[in-house]
């Protein structure tokens, strides 16, 4: 192997550990500060963590408006060192707002809008990192980070009181820091024949349409089934989190493996399912302090599923829309943001009304939406242009696989005795194609893949993708002294 070749593995290998710790310490510092009862005191009211999510991500949602018309403002550095600040400066205002007892939820609001605005300063930079990873470290990368940023929650959430404040405000440091060093290490800057084009919105509002009413539920859900004491809400946060956790990368997993297209329309799948039995888990009995952690564990899957796969999702949606990933994350930024906002508040109103409980009828109704809207657009409403995109490629076949490449392709096919399927899939090996990566631009699942390409290692007899280029270079050396042999021969 070369020097530059392993220079270049290196580099490659650094950028995934940097993009994996920094991301992960920017969710960990939303999951500390918005999804546990850290910054709120033992003896404050019910629903302040929610209200003060809310309006964080009603900022977020604000942060995406603006960078449809401030793209660049957002994406500077000294715009990020800001937001930055914010995010450290908002938590700790949120955590000594309870000190003032008649003013508390007016300084706590205004200081979650101040830490939103930097955390969704702060997504913006990291859906532009996300350009130094290929597609196929992005769903090795996302999945990695998640679980990293649970393992870093759990031991904020060891730390009680002001203690744990100053750790959360110390997250964002960490995540600019790694912000930092992948920036330094390669070109984030937009591709040149991308500055000119604008974003194709419309294969998106489908997907769009059931992303906000799936935040609109998970922030109603969150409301519907919080607790109805005080007493132990440590164990009434610690608990759905680890079951949610543990089932939410399993999840992930097994759509990486068995979908044929990677799309947020699969995560949708899991996630209408996960709601529809979380609501029918709170109806056995709302009042059970059980069932309730139980329905909380199943909203916190289908959440935690519907965001990996979005950040997954998001960079091979802007390859195949041939756009910039930061001009169509701020949809979705706007969406999330506005959907959380009005599912919590709603909720709230509804307690009020209802004297402090909800009746299951606008659960049904939450629930009847939700599932119209997705039988209404479909579960893939992506699915026109992916099977364009599908049709484009087959009609380019020849074009899309390098000349060399597919004439060794076909070569060691009739020698070997292999497939249609088998020699599409070998060329692409050949050029040096990851299986997921394949996966996509073959539409079938990562499990196809993997059995024709031992099939393709068996008939071969070789044992990896570099003994499968190796194979083929020798053949064309062969080919190419036989050739030379031939015009030296004596007629």
Not at 315 to 323: C, D, I, V, W, Y
Not at 382 to 398: A, D, L, M, P, Y
Request: with cysteine.
């Amino acid at each position: 192997m070369k020097l530059c070749d392993i220079h270049s593995i290196r580099t490659s290998l650094q950028r995934n550990i940097w993009f994996i710790v920094g991301f992960s310490f920017t969710l960990s510092w939303m999951y500390t500060a918005f999804f546990s009862c850290t910054l709120v005191p033992q003896d404050y009211a019910l629903f302040s963590s929610d209200t003060f999510w809310s309006f964080a991500l009603l900022a977020v949602g604000f942060i995406g408006g603006l960078a449809l018309i401030a793209h660049r403002f957002l994406l500077k550095t000294s715009t990020l060192v800001i937001g930055c600040a914010f995010m450290a400066i908002g938590v700790i205002a949120i955590r000594y707002a309870f000190n003032s007892p008649e003013h508390y939820q007016i300084i706590y609001s205004i200081s979650a809008f101040v830490a939103g605005l930097g955390f969704g300063v702060m997504i913006l930079h990291w859906y532009r990192a996300i350009r130094s990873l290929s597609e196929d470290r992005v769903e090795f990368a996302i999945p990695a980070a998640f679980a990293l940023s649970f393992a870093v929650y759990y031991l904020v959430f060891a730390f009680k009181g002001s203690v744990s404040v100053y750790f959360i405000a110390f997250l964002p440091l960490v995540s600019l820091a790694c912000l930092r060093r992948i920036q330094n290490g390669c070109d984030l800057n937009k591709p040149k024949e991308l500055r000119a084009q604008k974003v194709k919105v419309r294969p998106l509002l489908g997907t769009l349409c059931l992303f906000l009413l799936a935040w609109i539920n998970f922030g109603f859900f969150r409301i519907f089934a919080a607790p109805d004491y005080t007493s132990d809400r440590t164990l009434y946060y610690l608990i759905p989190f680890c079951i949610s956790l543990f089932a939410t990368l399993v999840i992930v997993l097994v759509s990486l493996r068995n979908v044929s297209f990677i799309s947020i329309s699969s995560a949708f799948r899991w996630a209408i399912a996960l709601i529809c039995i979380g609501y029918t888990v709170l109806f056995l009995n709302p009042y059970d302090d059980g069932i309730k952690l139980a329905g909380y564990a199943i909203n916190f899957t289908a959440m935690f599923t519907v965001q990996i796969a979005t950040f997954i999702v998001l960079p091979k949606l802007a390859t195949r829309l041939e756009a910039d990933l930061t001009r169509i994350a701020p949809f979705f930024l706007i969406a999330e943001g506005f959907g959380v906002f009005v599912g919590v508040h709603f909720a709230k109103l509804l307690f009020e009304v209802y004297a402090f409980s909800i009746h299951p009828a606008w659960c049904f109704l939450v629930i009847s939406i939700l599932v119209g809207a997705a039988m209404l657009v479909g579960l893939s409403p992506e699915h026109k242009f992916v099977f364009k995109r599908k049709r484009e490629i087959q009609g380019n076949h020849e074009h899309d696989l390098d000349n060399l490449q597919q004439i060794n392709a076909q070569i060691l096919a009739l020698e070997y005795n292999l497939s249609p399927r088998e020699t599409d899939i070998l060329g692409r090996l050949l050029l040096g194609h990851s299986r997921p990566k394949i996966r996509d631009e073959l539409f079938i699942s990562l499990n196809t893949v993997n059995v024709h390409v031992r099939n393709v290692y068996s008939k071969t007899d070789v044992h990896s993708q570099q003994e499968l280029i190796l194979l083929a270079r020798k053949h064309e050396l062969q080919n190419t002294e036989a050739e030379d042999t031939s015009l030296f021969a004596l007629p």
